[in-house]
């Protein structure tokens, strides 16, 4: 039960920073390249921080358009004190109906999902829910870039995982878990450092470069 929430809802990741336009920019940015031999860990952040750290910054450079999608609630009950303000007094959040983050980056739509275990050898694939394995799906068909980002924090490893390859786990009968030898044959790996926190997109110039070469053939 959620309660005692204002009316104000800020979006997407709670600060407004990301939609500020730095001064004296280029209108569009043509190429994205990571900054090489920096390397500030995760500075103690979850995963979901990394990301959109990562988000805010590739807004910011006019790289990609990517937001995490907000937790629907059901609201049951709202006060107003006054006419131009409501207050929520109760409410629920509802499970979400997909995953945790969609946007756009060089003309492909990306959609993927963002998990993270303390496990050191496997991922349990009990962490993906079926709607998100049936979403993921669906966007594959519509030729999507779809994909998880998969952190293990006591190791402090993060991989950029092919929905294709999760899902086909996921579906894969009495299979309770990914390992990590796995995931480290089927993933793009990444570091965690600075601007961006989490540079995942460089695991999807990589899948968008694949999809060109096959699409030649």
């Not at 039960?1 to 939609?19: C, E, I, Q, R, W």
């Not at 390249?33 to 807004?59: A, C, P």
């Not at 570091?191 to 096959?214: C, E, Q, W």
Request: hydrophobic content about 35%.
């Amino acid at each position: 039960m959620l309660t005692g929430v204002k009316s104000m809802v800020k979006y997407p990741s709670g600060s407004m920073a990301a939609f500020r336009k730095p001064a004296n920019k280029p209108k569009l940015r043509r190429a994205y390249h990571h900054k090489k031999g920096v390397n500030f860990s995760d500075r103690g952040m979850t995963l979901e921080q990394q990301i959109n750290e990562s988000n805010k910054y590739y807004l910011e450079e006019e790289i990609a358009v990517v937001h995490k999608k907000p937790t629907p609630i059901q609201i049951v009950k709202v006060d107003y004190p006054k006419r131009s303000k409501a207050v929520i007094r109760e409410a629920y959040f509802r499970q979400a109906s997909t995953t945790d983050y969609n946007g756009v980056y060089q003309g492909y739509y990306l959609d993927f999902e963002a998990k993270e275990t303390r496990n050191k050898t496997n991922f349990p694939l009990k962490n993906f829910h079926e709607h998100q394995i049936f979403h993921l799906a669906k966007c594959l068909k519509q030729d999507g870039i779809c994909f998880t980002i998969i952190g293990f924090t006591s190791l402090q490893r993060y991989f950029v995982t092919p929905a294709s390859f999760v899902i086909k786990a996921w579906r894969t009968k009495d299979k309770s878990s990914m390992t990590l030898k796995e995931i480290e044959d089927h993933s793009i790996e990444i570091k965690s450092g600075f601007r961006p926190t989490l540079p995942y997109l460089m695991a999807v110039d990589h899948f968008i470069s694949v999809r060109k070469v096959n699409n030649d053939k």
